[in-house]
């Protein structure tokens, strides 16, 4: 067993930050948090927060040092890739990898890029892994993307929409047939073995097997998605809503139990759609009761600066610890990564020490552990 001194403990909860305590791990698991001294060896000291979790990124498919020809975020064959997945897709040599672990961020939830009506499967990795085997820790669902995206994307192979109605009648196209391909299983019209795997594929997000990811950043494509989950009954978490500027669209999103993975909050305004994107509008998110975490969406936000996003929550008012939930727990627990983001018995140990309070401009960390393995001291 070793530990580590926390001389301030975030650990990920809302929950006030406890002083002088030990964190006493086991390979890769917490075996306790506690006041006393424990009778191993303490490996660091300083201020502890856990590893941060980004819950969007393109991280090892946009690569650092690489031209855009090389980037593999959207596959270009057709609108509609449920079997695309994005680890085929990941190299772990990115140089971002590398900078990431360094300053915290320990796990990045890749997506295949919003060019797509349905883009693929996400991938919760391991910053730190070699290959991307050790770097698999889950698939926690299927990309989507609603709005201005998907028709942006004309040149592209395939049946490609040139309006929003275009690419929502293409979805729905799609759904309309996997349910009646479902109905005609329960009728026993249909064995399984009859079915093309796109239509399983799409089968798995209409009984709730697979969660759609969706990229939506407009307020009528918000409310356009929880018209689809009406109707067709599939589980969704909201993954940008950059441009939203109101309470009453988050009053909606509550009333409809959706999560949303947030932001990026630090990014150029580069399109129409983000409009009436701006800081201070994350203020009618927190205020809304609605579930939420941050990501990068790198690398629009270079994902070493995660971090960095949550000044502007402090100055809206949120505590430091409430805020450190929101790059650790929050985005785990919404992508059903309940062990990651947290330091508590049981939890992945994987953790970050800093020489004094991370929100501090001259704090960095000086040693980051991942599951137990001390990858930078």
Known sequence: ?????????????????????????????????????????VVSEGVVTPAFVDGHSHIGLARSGE????????????????????????????????????HGVLYSHVMPGSGNIIGGKTAMIRNFAKDIQDAYVSQPGIKAALG????????????????????????????????????????????????????????EILDGRQVLMVHVHKEDDIVNLINLIQEFGFRAVIHHAGDVHSAELWKKVKKANLDVIYGPVDAFSYKVELKHEDWRNSKYLMDSGVRFGLMTDHPVILQRNLFLQLRFFLRLGMSRQKAISLVSSQPAAILGMHELGSIQKGKVSSLVVWNSDPFSLDSWPVAVIGEGKTLVE
Not at 77 to 101: C, G, Q
Request: neutral net charge; contains cysteine; hydrophobic residues 35%.
């Open 1 to 41: 067993m070793k530990a580590v001194k926390a001389t301030l403990l975030y650990d990920g909860f809302d929950s006030a930050p406890r002083k002088n305590v030990y964190i006493v791990y086991e390979g890769e698991r917490i075996k306790s948090v506690e006041k006393n001294k424990p009778g191993c060896e």
């Open 148 to 203: 201005y995206n998907p028709r942006s994307t004309t040149s592209w192979k395939g049946d490609r929409p040139h309006t929003r109605m275009g690419a929502l009648s293409i979805l729905r196209n799609e759904f309309i047939k996997a349910r009646k391909a479902q109905e005609l299983l329960a009728m026993k019209k249909k064995i399984r073995a009859e079915l093309e795997p796109q239509t399983e594929a799409l089968m």
């Open 67 to 102: 031209p855009s020809a090389e980037d593999e975020a959207n596959e270009h064959m057709a609108p509609m890739l449920p079997l695309v997945n994005a680890i085929d897709s990941v190299y772990m040599d990115d140089f971002a990898l590398r900078d990431s672990v360094e």
